[in-house]
């Protein structure tokens, strides 16, 4: 027999958001699943505590749940105890301080330097004219070269290339100023687009203080039209176009610094990371890269005659 609170709880869910059916439904579920547990232990809704309900999500693990599944469980769990706190029915929230399950995280898809090397050489045939195959070379030799976000390269002022500059000044994320070293054919191509952007411009009659100027309303080449070259000189490389973006050439960047060496304070200062923490995924994907090359190359790992 369901919980006299689920009722009330339900019929208040569906008049303050209009919730669907299935949704309701999904909602009796759960908590009729948990307030079963908590009356087979001769527990209730009223004298839970937090390690109770810490024990149920648990046992859903230790069965085999999947943790989208007890993610939802939790949630109906804690607007269930929010609902009765907040209706005077328990002067406490037992569950208000539970932490659902981590999502796993994604291993960033990376590329090799191999794959790096054509889409740079395809960057350099791509275009419908000279101007705009010397941008693309430029830009893309960049994004390698730097480990820039897409953001950060597309906004860069014409005056961070002035001079042959050996470094460049990038503001990220919060507006926070760090120094990216430019590498020797970074630097030539650089030089290169300067100049004829410059002459290009002269001959148009305009002017920008972007380093990549377009003529749309943000004054430079925007993220989603990049974002459609970079698909298109991956397809010019032979490259699957869904495994290649502006943000995995970042991840290269990182994850090939680390493969030769680089330690992680330098890569995260590089990357513009306020936590090394966000740096350390790349550990795991040269870890997966190695396990590869072992499983794949290791005479103990190929079957035995």
Same mark, same amino acid.
């Given at each position: ?14 008049? &303050?958001? %209009? *919730?669907? @059916?299935?949704?309701? *439904? ?9 307030? =079963?547990?908590? %009356?087979?232990?001769?527990?209730? @809704? ?5 390690? %109770?309900?810490? *024990? ?20 109906? $769990? ?8 907040? &209706?005077?029915?328990?002067? !406490? %929230? ?36 000279? #101007? ?18 897409? +953001? &950060?390269?597309? +906004?860069? @002022? !014409? ?5 042959? @500059?050996?470094? $460049? ?7 926070? &100023? ?19 952007? !410059? ?48 943000? /995995? ?5 990182? /994850? ?17 990371? *306020? !936590?090394? =923490? ?6 795991? #994907? ?7 090359? #072992? ?5 103990? =790992?190929?079957?035995?005659?």
């Amino acid at each position: 027999m369901a919980h006299p609170w689920l009722a009330v709880f339900l019929e208040a869910l569906q008049a &303050e958001q %209009d *919730a669907a @059916p299935n949704t309701l *439904a999904a909602y009796a579920r759960d908590l009729q699943d948990f307030t =079963a547990y908590l %009356d087979h232990r001769a527990l209730s @809704p009223e004298t839970a505590t937090r390690a %109770d309900i810490e *024990a149920y999500l648990v046992g859903l693990e230790a069965a085999g749940l999947a943790r989208s599944t007890r993610a939802r469980r939790l949630s109906a $769990i804690r607007q269930l105890f929010r609902f009765a706190f907040l &209706e005077g029915w328990r002067d !406490d %929230d037992p569950a208000a301080q539970i932490r659902g399950p981590k999502r796993p995280r994604a291993l960033p898809h990376s590329l090799s330097e191999g794959d790096v090397d054509a889409l740079l050489d395809a960057a350099r045939a791509f275009g419908r004219n000279d #101007v705009e195959r010397l941008r693309n070379a430029c830009l893309m030799e960049l994004l390698y070269a730097t480990g820039l976000r897409v +953001s &950060e390269l597309l +906004s860069l @002022p !014409d005056v961070a290339a002035r001079g042959d @500059p050996r470094m $460049i000044l990038v503001r990220g994320k919060g507006g926070r &100023e760090r120094m990216v070293p430019l590498s020797a054919p970074a630097r030539e191509l650089l030089g290169q687009w300067l100049e004829t952007r !410059d002459a290009e411009l002269a001959r148009k009659g305009q002017k920008s203080a972007f380093l990549f100027p377009s003529r749309g309303k943000s004054g430079h080449i925007t993220r989603e039209g990049f974002f459609l070259t970079v698909k298109k000189i991956a397809a010019a490389a032979g490259l699957d176009p869904a495994h290649v973006s502006p943000h /995995t050439l970042r991840h290269a960047f990182a /994850t090939h610094l680390l493969a030769n060496g680089a330690d992680l304070r330098s890569i995260q200062t590089l990357l513009g990371h *306020a !936590d090394v =923490a966000t740096t350390e995924i790349y550990t795991h #994907v040269l870890e997966e890269r190695l396990k590869e090359l #072992v499983l794949e190359n290791h005479p103990l =790992a190929k079957p035995r005659q």
